[in-house]
């Protein structure tokens, strides 16, 4: 007689939720209507991909204008490069609605896309009044997420490389409480 193959029988492990920057799967939706795909991101089945673009979806849609933090630093403003219109607003209140409306999914983690001015997480530019370049730590989507939860696991998912830096990511994401299986009682 043989042994049933007990994981037939076992209940699918739901796929884990990520929210990303949407150039990081390939969506065209960079200022130049170019995207940052990261081919090992895109490849990965077990992750239920949340894709999300603060510029594009905020109503300046695709190609735009690209934009830079400009200003004093404990006053910026996001405006753009060469026509200086402020979306400052704009942007704020839909990254604000976002983060809000997020919070309300069983999302475990964010991969974001570095240097972005919206999405960055390390090395965002800040153009002084002196015309100075300063690097900023925060872009305006993790500046707000992380001003709510501050417990937020946030990694940048254009500097994932290989399996290991994707899987170490992975570890650090604790399955949010209503994912978590109660254990069987024996
Ligand atoms: S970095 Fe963020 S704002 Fe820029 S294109 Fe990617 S998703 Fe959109």
New binding site residues.
Partial sequence: MTTPDLADHAPPVPPVAIAI????LGVP???DGG??KNPLLVSNKSIQWIP?????ECGLGTPREPMQWQGAAHHPRLCTVETQRDHTQQLWQWCHRQVHLQSRLPIAGWL??SR?P???LSGVTLLDRNNQHHIEHL?L?PRLLLAIHPQAIIAEGDCLHDETALNTFLQRITPPACHRTHPVQE
């Fill in positions: 920057s949407a150039c990081l939706v960079r200022y995207h940052k999300f673009c603060p510029e594009h974001l896309k972005s919206s999405c960055g872009g989507f």
